[in-house]
């Protein structure tokens, strides 16, 4: 659900890092690789894109954490976007997925996942499902995921694609995140993909002790934030600018 570009963290130089990067994946898909074989016709066309947006865009920009770069080389991110918009998906930078919404871009949907450290026994909440694709990363790295959207057609896609590419572990329900999911809390950790002007007090509540809550706050240029819950309270440090979509439904009510 959520468009993010980091304010101070993309230079003309990364742009055409990217560029150069794109256009050798391609090459080497045309050619059929390095080895001199024709690709079978099971392989995974956009792995070398997938790849080389993990070295040129994620990895040069300081995200460490093995799981997140393993997850990120994994989920077919081009599965998630509109099909016209395809030979796009590993470009840096977020893409329309309708309705308004977008699609993040790749270094912020790795640096959020990275904030939240996420390990196999955490349960975690992510507000806005959008395209499904934040979801999956998340899966890879968690033992359960619970998200939702309050754009009907976006979660039913999104669902549905998740169904398609196994991720079981992935629990989607179609409403407001504001209220967050008590029935499933306290989550270990909470990811926001849309930007409310202050916290929702609830998903304060149902993060747990220890717990971190990864946040863009703010309109217009916005300031991405990690809250930690400790057994005194909560712990918040910022950490860069964003912009996001803005969080709607009772977020807005309240604002």
């Not at 990895?59 to 997140?68: F, L």
């Not at 912020?108 to 349960?123: F, H, N, S, Y």
């Not at 999104?158 to 008590?182: C, F, M, Q, S, T």
């Not at 909470?190 to 002790?209: F, K, N, S, W």
């Amino acid at each position: 659900m959520a468009s993010a570009r980091v304010g101070r963290g993309v230079r003309m130089s990364d742009l055409l890092l990217v560029a150069v990067l794109l256009g050798l994946a391609g090459a080497a898909c045309a050619a059929g690789g390095g080895n001199g074989e024709a690709p079978s016709a099971a392989a995974d066309p956009y792995e070398a894109l997938r790849l080389q947006m993990v070295a040129g865009q994620i990895e040069a920009r300081g995200i460490q954490d093995p799981c997140v770069l393993e997850a990120m080389r994994r989920v077919p991110r081009h599965r998630f976007v509109p099909e016209a918009q395809r030979r796009e998906a590993y470009s840096d930078w977020p893409l329309a997925i309708g309705f308004g919404q977008t699609i993040s871009q790749p270094y912020i949907v790795a640096l959020m996942t990275e904030l939240l450290r996420p390990d196999k026994t955490m349960k975690v909440f992510e507000v806005g499902t959008g395209s499904g694709y934040q979801a999956a990363v998340l899966a890879e790295c968690v033992a359960e995921v619970y998200t939702i959207e309050i754009i009907p057609e976006l979660g039913q896609r999104a669902e549905k694609l998740l169904r398609e590419l196994g991720y079981e572990n992935v629990h989607v329900r179609i409403g407001d995140g504001y209220e967050g999911w008590p029935e499933a809390a306290p989550f270990d950790g909470i990811l926001v993909t849309a930007a409310p002007e202050d916290v929702p007090p609830p998903l304060l509540e149902q993060l747990a002790v220890g717990g971190r809550l990864v946040v863009p706050l703010g309109r217009g240029l916005q300031e991405l934030v990690v809250i930690t819950r400790t057994p005194e309270g909560y712990e918040r440090r910022e950490i860069t600018g964003v912009r996001f979509v803005p969080m709607t439904g009772k977020a807005q009510e309240r604002d």
